[in-house]
């Protein structure tokens, strides 16, 4: 049981560039997450999907854009990264109702993405 | 809209001595309310959580935190701060909807000295 599995676990971009992080879970949940971690400023949400089909905006969407293509595959795109899109960037599913893992988040091990 | 904050971006105790990480949080409608754990280069990982019921929850390696509305604040505690505590603490919360966002704090780094 792999959990939630992300691609590649390391990437170097030049400014302009396009990119597509990838991420799959095989626990059956509905809900999955994109999250970028930056020093001093937490988790913040970029997008999410509470279920196949559904995607929704966090809190900084702004240049990104995703595609639920499954149940298990949730993908991250950057159409043109900027400098200011250095950071390190996690992906989530959530435990869906009926199941023991209710509410419950699970991370991937994160893409360090760097824009120069 | 919900919102968390967490009070203290680094908090250093010593072996041996309570921790305390303060967690305030936002919300218009009754939250779900989180912790996780962050160690270096790694995911985050639950340490616990409270949806409904007891106010006071416990978690894994011997944490627990207690929801007071009246207050809006969710702290975590342990008695006996451990050497392999050290690590990045968030404080989350979410709605009670299934699939709703899932809202991080800042972070609290927390360092224990020998």
């Known amino acids: 049981n792999a959990g939630v599995t992300q691609t590649p676990k390391f990437q170097v971009l030049k400014t302009g560039q396009s990119m597509t992080l990838q991420c799959a879970q095989d626990?059956?949940?509905?809900?999955m997450y994109w999250y970028r971690q930056d020093p001093g400023m937490g988790l913040r949400l970029i997008y999410y999907?509470?279920?196949?089909?559904?995607?929704d905006k966090g809190e900084v969407p702004n240049g990104y854009n995703v595609s639920r293509l499954n149940k298990r595959e949730f993908s991250l795109r950057l159409e043109s990264a900027a400098p200011s899109q250095t950071s390190v960037y996690f992906c989530?599913?959530?435990?869906?109702?009926?199941?023991?893992?209710?509410?419950?988040?699970?991370f991937g091990q994160g893409t360090r993405l760097t824009v120069v | 809209a919900q919102s968390v904050t967490q009070l203290g971006s680094h908090v250093s105790v010593s072996e041996g001595a309570l921790v305390l990480l303060r967690c305030n949080y936002s919300?218009?409608?009754?939250?779900?309310l989180f912790w996780y754990v962050q160690y270096p280069n790694q995911g985050l990982q639950l340490l616990l959580k409270y949806t409904t019921g007891a106010t006071l929850v416990k978690g894994i390696n011997g944490f627990e935190a207690e929801f007071k509305k009246s207050e809006t604040s969710f702290h975590l505690t342990k008695p006996s701060a451990h050497m392999s505590d050290a690590a990045e603490y968030f404080c989350?919360?979410?709605?009670?909807?299934?699939?709703?966002?899932?809202?991080f704090g800042q972070g609290t780094e927390l360092s224990v000295k020998p």
């Open positions: 989350a919360v979410s709605e009670q909807n299934q699939g709703g966002k899932l809202i």
């Open positions: 919300s218009s409608v009754p939250p779900y």
């Open positions: 989530a599913s959530r435990g869906s109702l009926g199941q023991p893992t209710y509410h419950q988040a699970f």
């Open positions: 626990m059956n949940h509905n809900s």
């Open positions: 999907s509470a279920s196949e089909g559904t995607t």
